[in-house]
């Protein structure tokens, strides 16, 4: 397959569901003499422009971290330009959701968040809940094992309700309570920037997933690092723990 002259793997080598750690925007940034959050605004512009490539692929679900349940340590200036870039990209997720059916969700617990940012984030997961088209999935003050933490809470209580037995309980069920219910498991993540390491990001759906390390930095990332990417991940003979 070739799209504006980028030659793709074939459709049935696709990944369904990819995942991306948005790494390398301070350092881009500071490279270039600028704040660290010029490179999120970049970071932000490249995600935007990625989700558009990814669905004219064919990719199904695209689930990026933005902001991790550690980032609340970073410089309050910088939290607050993360959330600031994610105020302006939700209007425009909005419109996006409207015209190209895209289905929006937030991996991660809202409720440490500003209550205008929630409430946009609620509004368009709302107004998109029944759409069609590619998943967007964006992880905000999301971890892997707090993700984990609440699946596990959800059924305690159930089990102590009497509505499910814990020896019946199954990894089925424990996916079902995850925020990425319904949707496949990643089967490609993507890092740039030279770091190898999952970082808390989609502990127990990357089971199975390729990792693509990449040595650009997010915020250089474009279509040719995302076609190389998929190259990779279907050069390798994915056999699910069999022969
Ligand atoms: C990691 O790079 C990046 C983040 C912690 C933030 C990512 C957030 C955005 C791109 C903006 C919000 C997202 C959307 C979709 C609107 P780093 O800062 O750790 O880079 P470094 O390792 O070079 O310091």
Known sequence: MEQQGISL????????????????NGRWAQKQGLPRSAGHKKGAEVFEQIVKDCDEIGIKVVTAYAFSTENWKRPQAEVEAIMNLLRSYLKRLDAMQKKDNGRIRFLGDKTPLDADLRRMMEEVEAASANNSGIEINIAVNYGGRAELVRAAQTLARQAMAGEIVPGDITEEMLSDRLYTHGQPDPDLIIRPSGEERLSNFLVWQSAYAEFVFMDVLWPDFNKEHLAEALWEYARRNRRFGGV
């Open 9 to 24: 793997p074939a459709q049935e080598f696709l990944p369904r569901h990819v995942g991306i750690i948005m790494d390398g």
